[in-house]
């Protein structure tokens, strides 16, 4: 069993920042892509950052030079650092790892439980 913990979540006002952070446990051979998305009510999760093995990292254009992501293999962990926040970034944040139980097992995509961002005077 694999599980992915977020935490950092919060209220914040406008042009604030906020670190999210979240660790995988468990049966966990190798991770591989890890990263974001982000889910406004009644519409579709949609990709915020991805950081791949090597470090290279994507943002969706709506968070690019405002977020960043990072991650901590030692510690199967992956952040993601949000500055001058906008009201319009209070979502349910999600993050996600492409992960291999063994070294003969298939890559599946693990997803944390979501944690809430809002931002508001």
């Known amino acids: 069993q694999v599980h992915l913990v977020e935490s950092g979540g919060g209220l914040v006002q406008p042009g604030g920042s906020l670190r999210l952070s979240c660790a995988a446990s468990?049966?966990?051979?190798?991770?591989?892509?890890m990263g974001w998305y982000r889910q406004a009510p009644g519409k579709q999760r949609e990709l915020a950052a991805h950081?791949?093995?090597?470090?290279?990292?994507t943002y969706a254009d709506s968070v690019k030079g405002r977020f960043t992501i990072s991650r901590d293999n030692a510690k199967n962990t992956v952040y993601l650092q949000m500055s001058s926040l906008k009201e319009e970034d209070t979502v349910v944040y999600y993050c996600?790892?492409?992960?291999?139980?063994?070294?003969?097992?298939?890559?599946?995509?693990?997803w944390g439980q979501g944690t809430q961002v809002t931002v508001s005077s």
């Open positions: 996600f790892a492409d992960i291999a139980e063994g070294s003969g097992s298939s890559i599946r995509a693990y």
């Open positions: 468990g049966s966990i051979f190798s991770i591989y892509t």
């Open positions: 950081i791949y093995t090597g470090g290279r990292t």
